[in-house]
């Protein structure tokens, strides 16, 4: 779950994140399910793309790699909807408040 797409800094961290993940997807050992912009880095449109996502992959989701915590925080949103939360890896990035709160 990428950023903004037209923060610079989005298109940074997703490819520091894909320069890590790519031998694994490449290999087949992670299989990608979805990959997406997150308009304005905004909670609620991080939600409605991980909503989907769900839906679309009958909440077999391993892992979500959210750009920030607030991206991350809507993607939880909608983990904790399905009954997932706390069972799929998530991570974020920025360590805001609402962030660290989250993690366990």
């Known amino acids: 779950m990428g950023g903004s797409p037209v923060d610079n ?6 490819a520091g994140q894909m320069k890590v993940l790519k031998p694994y997807v ?15 880095w905004l909670p609620e449109n991080a939600l409605k793309i991980m909503e989907n996502a769900l839906t679309a992959n009958n909440n077999k989701i391993d892992a979500v790699v959210a750009s920030n915590d607030a991206t991350a ?20 990035q920025d360590a805001d408040l609402a962030g660290i709160k989250r993690m366990r």
């Open 26 to 40: 490449d290999s087949g050992k992670i299989k990608v399910v979805g990959d997406q912009w997150v308009d304005g």
């Open 9 to 14: 800094n989005a298109k940074l961290f997703r």
């Open 73 to 92: 925080g809507g993607a939880i949103q909608a983990l904790s909807a399905q009954g997932l939360s706390g069972k799929v890896a998530i991570s974020g």
